[in-house]
């Protein structure tokens, strides 16, 4: 029989990608739970779904669900036994997390801990992916990039609440003996990405012809930098860890519980390359002037990153991401809808 994957925040940007490449690389039947907040759309999926055949749009049922509650048991039973849970459903925008931090406790603190429980109970639960993100570590001198022992210092609320979600991930695959593993994930763009972020933000204000707003340092010289890797590759490097024999059994000498994996870009750009990138695939002039966000409003981090190598060592590598980011420039200038929100 085939497997059964419950994937949450299937309205989300990240997770459609991933639902997306399940469909296409496997057999798996689906189940994707999700509120659907300002930022969760079903036509993400329904999109997609539009390449997809009968047969593998056959094996995708959507649930709606808010993960601050327990599952009841009409859910429970619509659901059914699963063999593998990828949980992606958060609060992921930092600026609404500084604003509204007790919203996302209760997203992504209380919500895994549901998620966690209904985890718990299943009889012939194989693996559960905890999907966290490269900011939980805080921002990264030059020259730094942290493997995925490395202390944390979430130094927000989004960062802070993730890392809450790891920690009681790591606590019930100690104490309850669970297959739980953790990703740390960096910056990821593509199509239908929320446009609050910022190169959609920065697609449509090239477009508008406004001025782009460039995150730097105090002295306004240095831009801040991240590495972004495209969803698809972020589905990919997933899959990959879903599907590999030794995910749960990688060696670590830390001494630290769970098995973590570092999913990272390939390169790392600063937001002004990255602006000049956008609008040289518009053929336009870029506008721009630095911000030091950082002294308005700490919590905004000028540079993340983190070490591939225990992913490259297992046999995943990113793919460059200079073509990827002009073709969802051009992708999303093509398709308004999800830019003019
Ligand atoms: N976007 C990035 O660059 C990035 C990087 C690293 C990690 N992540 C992580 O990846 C995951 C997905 O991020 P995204 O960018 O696709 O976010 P997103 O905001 O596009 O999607 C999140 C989805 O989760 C749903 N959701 C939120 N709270 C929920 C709840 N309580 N119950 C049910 N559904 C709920 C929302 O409705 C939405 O559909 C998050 O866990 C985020 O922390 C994102």
Known sequence: MAKKILITGGGGFIAHHLINQVLKRTDWDIVTVDRLDYSGNLNRLHDLLQDRTPEERSR???????????????????????????HLAAGS????????????????????????????????LERFLYFSTDEVFGPAPEGIKYDEYDRYNSTNPY???KAGGEELAVAYQNTYDMPIYITHTMNVFGERQHPEKFIPMTIRNVRDGGTVTIHSDETKTIPGSRHYIHAEDVAD??????????TLNIENNTGVKCPKFNICGATELNNLEL???????QGKELKYEFMDFHSSRPGHDLRYALSGE????MGWTPRP????????VTWTLENRRWLDV
Not at 238 to 246: A, G, K, S, V
């Open 159 to 161: 960062s802070a609440s």
């Open 321 to 328: 991401v200079d073509q990827r980011i002009a073709e969802v």
């Open 93 to 124: 925008h930092v600026d609404r997390s500084i604003d509204h931090p007790m919203e996302f406790v209760m997203d992504n603190v209380v919500g895994t801990c549901n998620i966690l429980e209904f985890a718990r109970k299943q009889p012939n």
């Open 237 to 246: 490097a997933t899959l990959f860890l879903l599907e590999h024999t030794d």
């Open 275 to 281: 602006a000049q990138m956008i609008a040289d695939a």
């Open 60 to 86: 995708l049922r959507t649930i709606f669900h808010d993960l601050k509650a327990e599952f009841n048991p009409m859910l429970l039973a619509d659901i059914g036994d699963v063999d593998i849970v990828a």
């Open 310 to 313: 225990r992913m490259a060592k």
